[in-house]
């Protein structure tokens, strides 16, 4: 598609301030479901892998150690990044619709072909590639989510979506109970069934993205620009449902610069000449929740097995009472976001989380904690920290220009899960050599991480709720500029 507006040309629009104002419908459910998924998925992965954990261990299977699954977290991980800082950029440059269809096939092909690995290596490669199309599916989700969600409710929603991750962990988790079941399958042939299940979602969803449309924002900043208001004019007619030709309240008119595709010069000029605050909070934010997540929660099957002495066919009791705290956080939570605003919530969460991590810490130390006991205090802990974890995908996404949404988000996520990513192999031999008190040394340093980014978020944070995407970002146009009438 060629754009009808060159670049460079300064336009007046009012389709952001009609996105903005549409009242929520079922259409705006539709599209959560759609791309929401993406968490759903990333979800079940790494729940099957923390669930099979013990599984794979057993010559029946692969035959791996508590280091080499750890190793085969964090290969899965840098996938991750590698698929975002690639489709970070691809979103960018073509769109957030063709992208979230190439990102999830990528995906489905990968992690489908897991269920037939024939050794570690092979299976390492594999991880390797489901990571990149799920890394990629972060950029064009995200984008795309909050290119198209009211600006009112872009907290709640964003927290929700993250927080539906959770799903994808008790769904893997309750699933690993009836495939590890061996009175149902051989051992050996369960957990490839396991594995098989992450394609067979993916795909169902795979057929609903087809019909979604591409952000209007992007096709504005693109020059597509009666493309983007006959995009905006579809969404209006499915967003109203029975009554399509209903007059429509007149929304606020917003001048918007045409800037085609950006170069990488042009990201890391925003990134650390115009915006440094908010680049040093969102890199705060994103390592501090990759640690805290990446260290305990690919170990969590192992903890419980070696300290607590949980069969390795039933990780997924224990999984799924902490997967449901984790979902409910974001969701009771996120609304607050709106309300009492990103500056309140956001400290408050990384600081409450870090807090209750350490007493948790303590508590297991002093050998106060059993299986149930563990999995109750790790839901009080990560019903916080899961919504903190969400709002800080919120923010490296809301504070961003729109021509380079997918690739801020993929610099800071890449950012956060490559240094996080070394955790659940350094947290895999922690628990191989048994030292309890090496694993609280570890939750300590995750603690003193959410800390230190609750102080950041404080003091460099943005009052981005209720506002606009283009007005969190505003610029003036050049002197003496004279933006072209589009309606």
């Known amino acids: 598609m060629l754009p009808d507006t060159p670049r460079g040309t300064w336009v007046t629009t009012d389709v952001p301030g009609r996105l903005d104002a549409l009242a929520w419908s079922s259409w705006h459910r539709r599209v959560i479901v759609a791309l929401g998924i993406t968490w759903m998925l990333d979800g079940l992965e790494a729940s099957l892998v923390a669930n099979l954990a013990p599984t794979l261990q057993l010559r029946e299977t692969l035959g791996l150690s508590a280091t080499q699954i750890g190793l085969a977290n964090s290969v899965y991980l840098l996938g991750q990044v590698a698929g975002a800082l690639l489709f970070g950029h691809l979103t960018d440059r073509f769109g957030r619709k063709r992208l979230f269809l190439v990102t999830l096939g990528l995906y489905l092909g990968a992690t489908g072909l897991c269920a037939l690995a024939p050794d570690f290596t092979t299976f390492l490669v594999l991880r390797l590639l489901a990571g990149g199309g799920i890394g990629g599916e972060y950029s064009a989700i995200n984008s795309a989510i909050d290119e198209l969600v009211p ?31 061996t009175r149902l399958l051989p051992v050996a042939i369960g957990w490839r069934v396991a594995f098989g299940l992450g394609a067979v979602l993916g795909l169902m969803i795979l057929v609903v993205r087809r019909h979604l449309p591409e952000s209007p924002r992007w096709l504005l900043m693109h020059g597509h620009v009666q493309a983007a208001r006959d995009t905006m004019a579809g969404i209006e007619a499915q967003a109203r449902g029975a009554d399509p030709g209903a007059p429509r309240t007149p929304a606020p008119v917003t001048a918007v610069k045409v800037t085609g595709p950006v ?45 607590h002495g ?11 009472p902490f997967a449901v705290g984790n979902f409910l956080g974001p969701l009771m939570l996120g609304r607050l976001f709106d309300t009492r605003g990103r500056r309140v919530m956001i400290p408050l969460t990384y600081a409450l989380s870090g807090v209750l991590l350490l007493v948790t810490g303590g508590l297991f130390l ?49 950012f956060g899960t490559l240094v996080g990513a070394g955790a659940p192999t350094l947290f895999g031999a922690i628990v191989d050599q048994g030292a309890a008190g090496g694993l609280v040394a570890g939750y300590a340093l995750a603690a003193a991480l959410m800390i230190a980014a609750a102080v950041i978020a404080r003091r460099l944070g943005v009052d981005a709720e209720g506002r606009s995407l283009e007005d969190i970002c505003r610029d003036d146009g050049p002197p003496g500029a004279t933006p072209r009438a589009i309606e």
Do not use: C, K
């Not at 009112?152 to 690993?176: E, F, M, P, Q």
């Open 151 to 181: 600006a009112r409710v872009r907290g709640a929603v964003d927290l929700g979506v993250n927080g539906s991750y959770w799903i994808g962990v008790a769904l893997g988790a309750a699933a690993t109970l009836i495939v590890l079941d």
């Open 366 to 414: 002093a050998g106060m904690l059993n299986a149930v006991t563990q999995t109750l205090a790790w839901m009080v802990v990560f019903f916080v920290a899961s919504a903190a974890a969400s709002a800080a995908y919120l923010t490296v996404s809301e504070l961003f220009p729109v021509e380079l949404r997918g690739m801020a988000i993929a610099v800071f996520y890449a």
């Open 310 to 320: 949980v069969a390795a066919d039933r990780v997924g009791l224990y999984i799924v």
């Open 263 to 307: 170069g990488f010069a042009h990201v890391v000029d925003v990134l650390l000449r115009r915006y440094p605050r908010r680049t040093v909070l969102g890199l705060s934010l994103m390592l501090a929740q990759a640690f805290l997540y990446n260290a305990i929660f690919f170990s969590y099957g192992l903890i419980l097995e070696r300290f």
